[in-house]
């Protein structure tokens, strides 16, 4: 019979030293399964394209949605990364970790984004960056339900102290993960068995601790760092053995992409000796009171598929114009951040920020009222939407009718004449109109005879269409039609 007491140093010792030995043996058990890139594709031609596409998971901490906003680790580095590039970003999710390599490698993705323990046996298809961190492994697993009113060492005897206890148990771990190498090498080393109970490559790391939380899993492993922030709000884990020595964590390119690898060594090389980066970091593995309000939000995409307390209304509407809710929920974020009683300098209030003319135009007597709002700025869209006919593209129409939403109808039909006079096509916002909006910001164009509006900021109707489109093409990824 196996004791459970920590005093048992002598078993942890040999523990760690079994661990350290086989750090200098390769596993019988590892065996190397090299995949090889389908597409040669490198920072030359990424920068060609001009945009940098990376994959990542939808997890707590690298890339998920709260209260409109995308946020994680993984996502902020991504979007400093990008912008030191002079790149766009696109984020591509991929659902079924297992799959992060074989995706990489067939060209599905420029650059790997996630927390991945570098080993040997994924260095075989891929080529790790310098690492972003460094972390170990530790078993996960449940207190007793009433743990609060247990004497210490009752509640000590009732949990698993060392790993050597974990023979002839069973541990619930993604099979393709390092968490799957780390026991079936731990098994080798204390010579018996400790038996993996596969789980699908679509369950997060946070999402399997969750299930150990619930009880609907007895144990599982986890890297320290997302095991502690999880444990902050859910108590009745433990997470205080550990299975592994100090592992790196890295991102990944393919083999045939050094210019890339090079150039993101040298951006983490910069940016970690930056305050930001700590700054990041902590935000997202130990700031335990903003994670415990994120977990508890019904607008944390991880919960529910809701992106503001409005989104019934917002559907409602947005149906009534033939609109996709979520382009008009990421227009409302930009106008409001979906608060009903923000006001700007200008006199515009409320979720829609209607102007008081405006709104007196379209019926809505409260500005304030999320309902009257919602209803009165998707009839000014569609009021909008309606003097771009002549543009038979979808989406050009919709950037030409938002822009104009900002900054006036009659700013942006100016834009269209420039766009024309310059030999460039005013049925298109994209590199052509967009560009002209820029140009009324300047003396030599907006005094134009042809201009009968004047001067227009035109940076913020341009940020205003992009930031839009940007933010959409995030809730698209968590929030479904």
Same mark, same amino acid.
Request: hydrophobic share 35%.
């Given at each position: 019979?196996?004791?459970?007491?920590?005093?048992?140093n002598?078993?942890y010792f040999?523990l760690?030293?079994?661990?350290f030995?086989?750090?200098?043996?390769?596993?019988?058990?590892?065996?190397?399964?090299?995949?090889?890139p389908?597409?040669?594709?490198?920072?030359?031609?990424?920068?060609?394209?001009?945009?940098?596409?990376?994959?990542t998971?939808?997890?707590?901490?690298s890339y998920?949605?709260?209260? *409109?906003?995308?946020m994680?680790?993984e996502?902020?580095?991504?979007?400093?990364f990008? #912008?030191h590039?002079e790149l766009?970003?696109?984020?591509?999710?991929?659902?079924?970790l297992?799959?992060?390599?074989?995706?990489l490698? @067939?060209?599905?993705?420029?650059i790997l984004?996630?927390?991945?323990a570098i080993t #040997?046996?994924?260095?075989a298809?891929v080529?790790?960056?310098?690492?972003?961190?460094l972390?170990?492994?530790?078993l996960?697993q %449940?207190?007793? +339900?009433?743990?609060?009113?247990?004497?210490?060492h009752t509640l000590?005897?009732?949990?698993?102290q060392d790993a050597i206890?974990?023979?002839?148990d069973?541990?619930?771990?993604r099979?393709?993960?390092?968490y799957?190498e780390?026991?079936?090498n731990l098994?080798?080393?204390?010579?018996?068995?400790i038996?993996?109970?596969?789980?699908? *490559?679509?369950?997060?790391?946070?999402e399997?601790?969750?299930?150990v939380?619930?009880?609907?899993?007895?144990?599982?492993?986890? +890297?320290?760092?997302?095991?502690?922030?999880?444990?902050s709000?859910?108590?009745i884990?433990?997470?205080?053995?550990?299975?592994s020595?100090?592992q790196?964590?890295?991102?990944?390119?393919?083999?045939?992409?050094p +210019?890339?690898? #090079?150039a993101t060594?040298?951006?983490?090389?910069?940016?970690?000796?930056?305050?930001?980066? @700590?700054?990041?970091?902590?935000?997202?593995?130990?700031n %335990?009171?903003?994670f415990?309000?994120r977990v508890?939000?019904?607008f944390?995409?991880?919960?529910?598929?809701?992106?503001?307390?409005?989104?019934?209304l917002?559907?409602t509407?947005?149906e009534?114009?033939?609109?996709?809710?979520r382009?008009v929920?990421?227009?409302i974020?930009q106008e409001?951040?979906?608060n009903?009683?923000n006001s700007?300098?200008?006199?515009?209030?409320?979720?829609?920020?209607?102007m008081?003319?405006?709104?007196?135009?379209?019926?809505?007597?409260?500005?304030?009222?999320?309902?009257?709002?919602?209803? *009165?700025?998707t009839?000014?869209? @569609?009021?909008?939407w309606k003097?771009?006919e002549?543009?038979t593209d979808?989406?050009?129409?919709?950037?030409?009718?938002m822009?104009?939403y900002?900054?006036?109808l009659?700013?942006?039909?100016?834009?269209q004449?420039l766009?024309?006079?310059?030999?460039?096509?005013a049925?298109?916002w994209?590199?052509?109109?967009?560009?002209?909006?820029l140009?009324?910001?300047?003396p030599?164009?907006y005094n134009?005879?042809?201009? #009968?509006? *004047?001067y227009?900021r035109?940076?913020?109707?341009?940020?205003?269409?992009?930031?839009?489109f940007e933010?959409?093409?995030?809730?698209?990824?968590?929030?479904?039609e």
């Amino acid at each position: 019979m196996l004791l459970k007491n920590s005093s048992i140093n002598i078993q942890y010792f040999v523990l760690f030293l079994f661990i350290f030995i086989s750090s200098c043996e390769p596993s019988k058990e590892q065996t190397t399964t090299s995949e090889k890139p389908t597409l040669h594709r490198d920072l030359e031609a990424i920068k060609k394209d001009g945009k940098l596409t990376a994959l990542t998971v939808y997890s707590g901490t690298s890339y998920f949605l709260y209260k *409109g906003q995308p946020m994680g680790y993984e996502f902020e580095l991504l979007k400093r990364f990008a #912008k030191h590039l002079e790149l766009e970003l696109e984020i591509v999710v991929v659902n079924n970790l297992d799959e992060l390599i074989t995706k990489l490698n @067939n060209g599905e993705g420029d650059i790997l984004a996630h927390g991945l323990a570098i080993t #040997k046996n994924r260095q075989a298809s891929v080529t790790f960056t310098n690492y972003l961190y460094l972390t170990k492994q530790v078993l996960v697993q %449940k207190k007793p +339900d009433n743990w609060r009113s247990m004497h210490w060492h009752t509640l000590e005897n009732s949990l698993i102290q060392d790993a050597i206890e974990l023979l002839e148990d069973t541990v619930s771990i993604r099979k393709g993960s390092s968490y799957s190498e780390r026991i079936t090498n731990l098994s080798e080393e204390l010579g018996g068995t400790i038996t993996i109970s596969p789980l699908s *490559g679509q369950m997060a790391t946070d999402e399997i601790i969750k299930q150990v939380a619930k009880g609907n899993i007895k144990y599982t492993i986890a +890297d320290n760092n997302i095991a502690k922030i999880m444990a902050s709000y859910y108590p009745i884990l433990d997470i205080e053995v550990p299975v592994s020595f100090s592992q790196r964590i890295g991102w990944a390119t393919r083999k045939n992409s050094p +210019d890339l690898l #090079k150039a993101t060594n040298l951006w983490l090389e910069d940016i970690k000796t930056e305050v930001d980066y @700590n700054v990041i970091y902590n935000k997202y593995f130990k700031n %335990k009171k903003d994670f415990r309000r994120r977990v508890k939000s019904d607008f944390y995409s991880l919960n529910k598929e809701e992106i503001s307390p409005y989104d019934d209304l917002i559907q409602t509407h947005s149906e009534n114009i033939d609109w996709d809710w979520r382009l008009v929920a990421s227009l409302i974020y930009q106008e409001s951040r979906f608060n009903p009683n923000n006001s700007s300098w200008a006199n515009a209030k409320g979720l829609m920020q209607l102007m008081p003319k405006t709104a007196e135009e379209l019926g809505v007597v409260d500005r304030s009222d999320p309902t009257q709002s919602i209803k *009165g700025g998707t009839k000014y869209l @569609n009021q909008i939407w309606k003097r771009f006919e002549n543009i038979t593209d979808s989406i050009q129409r919709t950037k030409f009718t938002m822009a104009s939403y900002n900054c006036g109808l009659y700013h942006v039909k100016d834009a269209q004449k420039l766009a024309t006079d310059r030999g460039l096509d005013a049925l298109v916002w994209d590199d052509n109109v967009e560009d002209m909006i820029l140009a009324l910001s300047h003396p030599k164009n907006y005094n134009d005879p042809i201009i #009968k509006y *004047g001067y227009v900021r035109g940076v913020e109707p341009y940020n205003y269409v992009n930031q839009i489109f940007e933010r959409y093409a995030h809730y698209t990824q968590f929030i479904s039609e």
